[in-house]
């Protein structure tokens, strides 16, 4: 029953933006952390963003100044504002959040990824 659903990825030349969106749904009574990964082709899967539910972000040192987590907890939304992109930054993007289920139970869960494609 629950969802994480992302969008927003896509192709853009090196330089330019990408907003990423993640929006959760389902039977959840509330949402902690949530953040993004990413994973390049041969590449292990590595953090990008994390944000807990009270606005606290942490961020890799790659993305520093380039990059911007923000998130709705109305809408059990969170965002990803890439700005400056560089072909590195050429991946699947994951993203995940903490949640606390109306039973009590608490465990992460995984979007299904969206491509962002930088070109030189």
């Known amino acids: 029953q629950v969802q994480l659903v992302e969008s927003g990825g896509g192709l853009v030349q090196a330089g330019g933006s990408l907003r990423l969106s993640c929006a959760a749904s389902?039977?959840?009574?509330?949402?902690?952390?949530m953040g993004w990964y990413r994973q390049a082709p041969g590449k292990q899967r590595e953090l990008v963003a994390t944000?807990?539910?009270?606005?606290?972000?942490n961020y890799a040192d790659s993305v520093k100044g380039r990059f911007t987590i923000s998130r709705d907890n109305a809408k059990n939304t969170v965002y990803l504002q890439m700005n400056s992109l560089k072909p590195e930054d050429t991946a699947v993007y994951y993203c995940?959040?903490?949640?606390?289920?109306?039973?009590?139970?608490?465990?992460?869960?995984w979007g299904q990824g969206t491509q962002v494609t930088v070109s030189s």
């Open positions: 995940n959040a903490d949640l606390t289920y109306y039973s009590g139970y608490r465990d992460g869960y």
């Open positions: 389902g039977s959840i009574f509330s949402i902690n952390a």
């Open positions: 944000i807990t539910s009270g606005g606290s972000t």
